[in-house]
């Protein structure tokens, strides 16, 4: 079993910048691929971008691709989603979530066992 939680979330201009991370407690953290979400209000939590165990592979929702960026540091237990030339529409709460099938990107939340409790993103207009 993993514990994941999410930070660096925040109040952010549109055209700005932030950067997601999300830390991994428990279990060995090179044993899951990662993935993160968002959830907009009054909409579905809908994918952003997943990572194999390696970082090796990565997929990102068509919304931001081109913009958002998914990384991870197996040594520091870490997962990070940069996020750039945010829009309005970007506002959402964040998640994370860890996938025991490590050698596959996936898109579904099905596919994820494990979820932090997310991190708030807003930008403004």
């Known amino acids: 079993q993993v514990q994941l939680v999410e930070s660096g979330g925040g109040l952010v201009q549109a055209g700005g910048s932030l950067r997601l991370s999300c830390a991994a407690s428990?279990?060995?953290?090179?044993?899951?691929?990662m993935g993160w979400f968002r959830q907009a209000p009054g909409r579905e939590r809908e994918f952003i971008a997943a990572?194999?165990?390696?970082?090796?592979?990565?997929t990102y929702a068509d919304s931001v691709k081109g913009r958002f960026t998914i990384s991870r540091d197996n040594a520091k237990n870490t997962v990070y989603l940069q996020m750039n030339s945010l829009k309005p529409e970007d506002t959402a709460v964040y998640y994370c979530?860890?996938?025991?099938?490590?050698?596959?990107?996936?898109?579904?939340?099905?596919?994820?066992?494990?979820w932090g409790q997310g991190t708030l993103v807003t930008v403004s207009s």
């Open positions: 990572v194999t165990w390696s970082g090796k592979s990565t």
């Open positions: 428990g279990r060995t953290f090179s044993s899951y691929a």
């Open positions: 979530a860890a996938s025991i099938d490590r050698w596959r990107v996936v898109s579904s939340e099905r596919s994820h066992d494990y």
